[in-house]
């Protein structure tokens, strides 16, 4: 599943497109510092 993934890099908000697996979902989070924002694209 993809998902679209925010992360700040240098002071900057970036958003790049992910896969996740079904677990990291459910959690709410991807792995790392990063915060699931949409589930499908």
Excluded: C, F, Y
């Amino acid at each position: 599943m993809k998902a679209l993934v925010l992360d700040q890099i240098d002071n900057r908000t970036v958003a790049t497109v992910k896969d996740i697996d079904l677990p990291a979902l459910a959690e709410g989070d991807v792995p790392g510092r990063h915060r699931l924002v949409e589930s499908q694209l």
